[in-house]
């Protein structure tokens, strides 16, 4: 489960030190967009010591590392630091091909064996350029080690060559295909960033609307956004209520041979229990 994708700098150990006041389902150490390109090489130096920090401060919940994009530089360095590291996943950012994904996989496959643990080390994969969506089916599918995707707006506008707005349509293709391809392959999908953070309705409005195409959360570039993400990937309570009724009966129709039933004006089926007891077995927003 992660309803929350939250980024603090790596460069910035203060605010790293932080994450555990936000709760955020999985918390990110970024040394790729938001730590400088002159401080890129000492933030990773004290890696270590930040993610120790965070940890000490009493942060048990996801935490992983965002490394720099796979044709960089600091790409291999940045993973070596980063599974150095008590940590559970790393992020790579506009994941293209499969193959670029492996050396993280090695790490992975190399840790597991050696240290095994109740919560299996995975990736983060960044899918945000006009290349990596053509690919994203193969990428979900394909990749080692991958458990959730993001869709990166921002950058995919800057890509493609397009112009952002605020509803949005500009996007939409990419960001259904992403979704679906994550969604086929069992993967969790993460919905885009709102990069407008004093503006509480339109995350909630987003989100809603990625929730709505099958996101399971969303990137979080502020504090305040992590509680809005819990709150808008999460049941209402007049969603579980509708959701228990509904299962109820459900169940008594089906003791009596009965697979489809009008349940408070509407015809409910299989597809609509699935749905239900998915409602049922998700977390409340102040759940963590």
């Known amino acids: 489960m992660i309803r929350s994708l939250f980024f603090a700098p790596a460069n910035r150990p203060e605010l790293v030190a932080k994450f555990v006041r936000f709760q955020a389902d999985c918390s990110v150490v970024d040394l790729e967009d938001g730590t ?90 960044g899918i945000e350029s006009v290349r990596g969506v053509l690919n994203a089916v193969k990428l979900c599918d394909e990749t080692p080690a991958l458990g959730a995707v993001y869709f990166g707006a921002e950058d995919f506008a800057a890509d493609i060559g397009g112009r952002r707005s605020r509803g949005g349509a500009e996007v939409a293709t990419a960001r259904s295909w992403v979704v679906m391809a994550a969604r086929a392959a069992d993967r969790i999908a993460l919905d885009q960033a709102v990069l407008d953070i004093r503006d509480d309705t339109l995350y909630l409005q987003d989100a809603a609307a990625g929730r709505d195409l099958g996101y399971q959360g969303k990137i979080c570039v502020a504090p305040a956004q992590v509680a809005l993400a819990h709150q808008a990937f999460s049941p209402t309570d007049a969603e579980r209520d509708y959701a228990r009724r509904l299962v109820d009966a459900y169940g008594a129709a089906t003791a009596r041979g009965i697979g489809t039933i009008d349940f408070e004006g509407r015809m409910v089926d299989g597809p609509l229990l699935k749905r239900s007891l998915a409602v049922l077995a998700a977390p409340a927003a102040g759940e963590h």
Request: aromatic residues 6%.
């Open 36 to 125: 400088p390109p002159a401080e890129k090489a000492s933030a990773r130096d004290r890696l270590q010591e930040t993610v120790r920090q965070a940890r000490a401060a009493g942060l048990h919940k996801t935490l992983a590392v965002r490394v720099n994009v796979p044709d960089s530089p600091h790409y291999l360095a940045d993973l070596e630091a980063a599974f150095a590291c008590d940590i559970d996943c790393v992020v790579i950012p506009k994941l293209e091909q499969v193959e670029q994904a492996f050396p993280a996989a090695h790490w992975i496959r190399q840790l597991d064996a050696a240290q095994p643990r109740a919560r299996p080390r995975f990736i983060v994969g």
